[in-house]
Structure formats: structure tokens, C-alpha cells
T-cell receptor, first 113, second 112 residues
Framework: QKEVEQNSGPLSVPEGAIASLNCTYS??????FFWYRQYSGKSPELIMS????GDKEDGRFTAQLNKASQYVSLLIRDSQPSDSATYLC?????????????FGKGTKLSVKP | DVKVTQSSRYLVKRTGEKVFLECVQD?????MFWYRQDPGLGLRLIYF???????EKGDIPEGYSVSREKKERFSLILESASTNQTSMYLC???????????FGSGTRLTVV
């Protein structure tokens, strides 16, 4: 059974701090990695994608990938209360059906003013 | 931007009713998916389709069926609704897994 593991949280950080969200995955062949943000009662929204080892930055967000360790992380700099949401990690299902992603259960982030 | 539209935001149905949830995407994506999401259980894949008239069972297909008569439309059918099918239902589409999914806004279904 292919799995994506995330700490469920809640992860609580003060406003302005760096929030660090982590994810490990079991499918060594996975090629594509994504972070989704989901506000309470809303649907997931894609915020970052990463395909190669290293860091990818987009504004206050940085995704980090280490395929050897099967580890993906998301850093949120200068965290704002509006960043409070559940963050879902997803990885491509290598060898599985075309187009499929495997999702973690999400980490709930709370940014305190 | 890709739009994935789910026909209803909130639905209340009675036990035993046949329920149709509709999903339409406007970007000619081959792959479409239906998930349900429940607290503590994450996203669970019900059915997916990678082409017109094609369908594949996901992890929890029991009690559900799907229809994909046109490329842009993927319907989820609850044959006889039960209270344990009360959930948030999410539709998603993608051209392939390298692009990630675009989700619809979700349908909150309550079966009473």
C-alpha cells in the first residue's frame, strides 16, 4: 500500500515565524510532488509543485524535496493568520494508474496573531 | 484558469434516495476523480476515469457508481443513499499527474 505520511498537528506558530510542514512518502518511483492548502469547509487549492531535488521558492513559500530520503517539506516564511489552514501533501502514483496522486491526511496549521 | 464545477454546494437527501452529483471541467482533461473527505480520514478515492466511458474503482467504491458519457462531465451516483454517506464530496481533474489536480468547490451531502 503506497502511503504519504504527514503529522496531523495542529502545528501552532506565532505570526511572523517560519512554519515548517513535513511529508514522507513510500513510493520510491514518484516523480511529482505537490502541496495543497485547504481552508475549513473549502476544497484543496494547489500552492506548490516540485519535481527535482532541492528547493523551489514562490513568494513566502519554499518547497524542499529529497528523493533519496523520500521527504518533502513546505516552509512558510513570515507566517500570517491567513495561512491558518490544513496543508495536504500529494505525490504522483508511479506505476499506478495514469494521472493518480496519493494524498496525505494533512497537517493543520494555526498561526497566532 | 481551469474550472471544475460541481453542481451543488449543499445537498440534503433522504435515506434510500438515488443521488446524482455532477462535475464539469472546461479544460479538456482526460483524467477525472471523485473523492470523499471526512474528518480524520483524509481524502478517499471513490472512482476515477481516464477517458470517456472508462471508469476505474478507487479505494471505497461500494455504494457508488459513476458515469462519463462526455469528456467534460463525470457524475457520481449514490444508488441508495445511506447515512454513512454523509460527507464532503470533491471532484478533481488533471491532464496527467505531473500537473497536479484542480478541485471543484465540493458538495456537502447530508443523508437523513
Amino acid at each position: 500500500q503506497k502511503e504519504v505520511e504527514q503529522n496531523s498537528g495542529p502545528l501552532s506558530v506565532p505570526e511572523g515565524a517560519i512554519a515548517s510542514l513535513n511529508c514522507t512518502y513510500s513510493d520510491r518511483g514518484s516523480q511529482s510532488f505537490f502541496w495543497y492548502r485547504q481552508y475549513s469547509g473549502k476544497s484543496p487549492e494547489l500552492i506548490m509543485s516540485i519535481y527535482s531535488n532541492g528547493d523551489k521558492e514562490d513568494g513566502r513559500f519554499t518547497a524542499q524535496l529529497n528523493k533519496a530520503s523520500q521527504y518533502v517539506s513546505l516552509l512558510i516564511r513570515d507566517s500570517q493568520p491567513s495561512d491558518s489552514a490544513t496543508y495536504l501533501c500529494a505525490v504522483s502514483d508511479y506505476g499506478g494508474s495514469q494521472g493518480n496522486l496519493i494524498f496525505g491526511k494533512g497537517t493543520k496549521l494555526s498561526v497566532k496573531p | 484558469d481551469v474550472k471544475v464545477t460541481q453542481s451543488s454546494r449543499y445537498l440534503v437527501k433522504r435515506t434510500g434516495e438515488k443521488v446524482f452529483l455532477e462535475c464539469v471541467q472546461d479544460m479538456d482533461h482526460e483524467n477525472m476523480f471523485w473523492y470523499r473527505q471526512d474528518p480524520g480520514l483524509g481524502l478517499r478515492l471513490i472512482y476515477f476515469s481516464y477517458d470517456v466511458k472508462m471508469k476505474e474503482k478507487g479505494d471505497i467504491p461500494e455504494g457508488y457508481s459513476v458515469s462519463r458519457e462526455k469528456k467534460e462531465r463525470f457524475s457520481l451516483i449514490l444508488e441508495s443513499a445511506s447515512t454513512n454517506q454523509t460527507s464532503m464530496y470533491l471532484c478533481a481533474s488533471t491532464p496527467d499527474s505531473n500537473y497536479g489536480y484542480t478541485f471543484g468547490s465540493g458538495t456537502r451531502l447530508t443523508v437523513v
